[in-house]
């Protein structure tokens, strides 16, 4: 006997939350969603609506919130109704576009530089070797 196919409402989350709800729920605020799924929208877009295939602003939600919480992939599905496989999809295309873009964003010292960043960062805070850090702020 076939089970019956339940489709289940995807609200925007873009359209649903204000711009607290969504920095709380993504780490992200509207225009920094906005314009990963504007970046990578290509890359992860299926080519059709076939069986309600997640947009990529759907995709792009269920992959944030999943390194903003690290929550399961069942619970981050249960957000915004999709199944744990689709989440689980959803998270490696989106991680998977984001690394291709990444020598866009991301850039390493080279090895003349290195040696000066290295010194500011001890004169700075008697860091040794540190060449680098993510969202580290100094005060």
Known sequence: MRRERI????TNPLETYDDDELFKRYRFSREGIQY?????DEDIRHPTRRNHALLPVHQVCVALQYYA???FQMVIGDTIHVDQSAACRAIHAV???LTR?????????TNETSDVIKEGFYQLRR???VIGC???VIV
């Open 7 to 10: 489709f289940r409402d995807r």
């Open 36 to 40: 990963i799924c504007d970046l990578i």
């Open 69 to 71: 919480t690290g929550a």
């Open 95 to 97: 991680s998977a576009a």
């Open 101 to 109: 873009r990444m020598p866009e964003f991301i850039s390493f010292p």
């Open 127 to 129: 860091f040794p070797s």
């Open 134 to 136: 993510v969202d580290g």
